[in-house]
């Protein structure tokens, strides 16, 4: 362990190092984590606002107290995972909520991220993925 913590200590530039080490003694590093935390905070607002103009006026979107994830339930009898199919298709992506259970409890549940700044092209995408949505529930509503 050693030797490979030697090898891979010998070929980090000191110039990062120094630049770390100086970020953190200055406390750079708690004002950039204050400064991420506000700007997460106002794109959740963006995309927040997003989803509920585009998906259907069911869905549920949870509050995170941290990190830059949502976790977004629709009507029971929708499956995430095929409107993760469809999505991805176009280039979509989220996280379908049966991979957090190995129960079906959460597949009408996805995840979906919001720390990508929010644009005009993340305001399509969101409307193209509340398109999906609103056309699962139509034809689940039609059985």
């Not at 891979?8 to 530039?13: C, N, Q």
């Not at 976790?71 to 409107?83: R, S, V, Y």
């Not at 409890?105 to 995840?111: A, I, L, P």
């Not at 991220?113 to 005009?120: M, V």
Request: net charge positive.
């Amino acid at each position: 362990v050693f030797k490979a913590k030697m090898y891979h200590g010998i070929s980090t530039s000191t110039l990062p190092q120094e630049i770390v080490a100086h970020f953190l003694e200055n406390n750079r590093f708690e004002l950039h984590l204050k400064k991420m935390r506000k700007t997460l905070y106002v794109e959740s607002l963006k995309y927040r606002e997003a989803i509920h103009k585009y998906f259907p006026a069911s869905t549920k979107v949870s509050q995170p107290l941290g990190g830059f994830i949502f976790w977004i339930e629709l009507e029971k009898g929708i499956d995430t995972l095929e409107i993760f199919k469809r999505s991805n298709e176009i280039g979509i992506s989220i996280a379908p909520g049966q991979l957090f259970s190995r129960q079906s409890d959460f597949s009408h549940c996805f995840r979906l991220c919001y720390g990508i700044p929010f644009s005009k092209k993340v305001d399509v995408a969101l409307k193209k993925l509340g398109g999906i949505i609103k056309s699962y529930s139509l034809n689940k509503s039609k059985l």
